[in-house]
């Protein structure tokens, strides 16, 4: 497997890891510079030449994934036989420097309701290293066509058109996922906060919506769903930055994404970029 597929691999399975590279070759050395190995948590795949100097870096690339604020490293190797480790001596002779990478959990991102403010939401978000899922009933709201303006995304997108029950979706989510709620009908935006309080491996959940909205919706969701009212306030509303009013679907875009984006920096200050908190969301108006 390609160095390139195993990075791949591990962000699919949503698993922390890090990416060792021959940085610098002087003399002779086991692989030339750009050799690769890439480390995970049980796994390994590629090589920078075995020995000492790939079981040296398998270690600290493994204390590096375990750490909470892990930050690239170069480490530099002699080899020769005046140096020791505890994985034995390597005396080819050359002296050779090996970068270390972290490749943390990228956060992820659910949007239910791909509309004005949906897909203006989603080109602010493609813009940054997560998983990005849009979540839409309707055809035409996912087309490719429509869709092009997030050809030239960082993120990940993962596209859901779901007819019926988009709340199903919502269990494929990985843990730790932000939903965020805003299709263009309000039963079915019902049923969304009704189905995410019933997931507690969910992120933050937020739903766009005005205060006489949230006023039925909490009754409902207490007396048709059961919830208790700590379990209602995981969902908050309205989301985005309190004190940005304007209605266009560009500024409450702006205004949630970085609400959002403040969320993620309170997930990373109390967990670490290799774990993805369940952390609420402050919550705008629709």
């Known amino acids: 497997m390609t160095w390139v597929a195993a990075v791949a691999r591990l962000r699919a399975r949503r698993e922390p890891g890090v990416l060792v590279t021959v940085a610098t070759v002087r003399g002779h050395a086991p692989r030339r510079a750009g050799a690769k190995l890439v480390v995970g948590q ?10 000492n100097i790939e079981a040296v870096a398998i270690d600290r690339a493994r204390e590096l994934i375990g750490s909470p604020d892990p930050e690239s490293e170069l480490i530099e190797f002699a080899l ?91 269990t494929e989510l990985p843990p730790g996922t932000h939903a965020l709620i805003m299709t263009h009908d309000h039963a079915e935006d019902a049923a969304l ?32 769903g059961g919830h208790d009212a700590a379990t209602i306030d995981r969902i908050k509303t309205p989301i985005g930055i309190t004190g940005i009013t304007g209605k266009e679907p560009a500024t409450i875009a702006v205004s949630v994404a970085a609400d959002l984006l403040r969320t993620f920096e309170q997930d990373g200050h109390r967990t670490g970029p290799n774990a993805v908190a369940a952390v609420q969301a402050p919550a705008t108006s629709r």
């Not at 049980?42 to 020995?51: D, F, H």
């Not at 491996?201 to 207490?222: E, N």
């Open 42 to 51: 049980t796994e390994t795949w590629g090589s920078i030449g075995g020995g």
């Open 193 to 224: 906060c009704d189905a995410a309080l019933r997931i507690p491996g969910l992120g933050s959940i937020g739903l766009i919506g005005s205060a006489a909205k949230w006023a039925r919706f909490r009754q409902r969701l207490s007396a048709e």
């Open 80 to 170: 020769n036989d005046k140096v020791t480790s505890r994985h034995g001596v390597q005396c080819c002779g050359g002296v050779v420097g090996v970068l270390l990478e972290p490749l943390p959990v990228v956060q992820a991102v659910a949007i239910f309701g791909v509309g004005h403010v949906g897909l203006e939401l989603a080109r602010i978000l493609a813009r940054h290293n997560l998983d990005l899922h849009l979540v839409d009933t309707r055809p035409d709201v996912l087309t490719d066509e429509r869709l092009g303006v997030l050809a030239d995304s960082v993120a990940q997108i993962h596209v859901h058109h779901i007819p019926l029950l988009p709340e199903e979706v919502l």
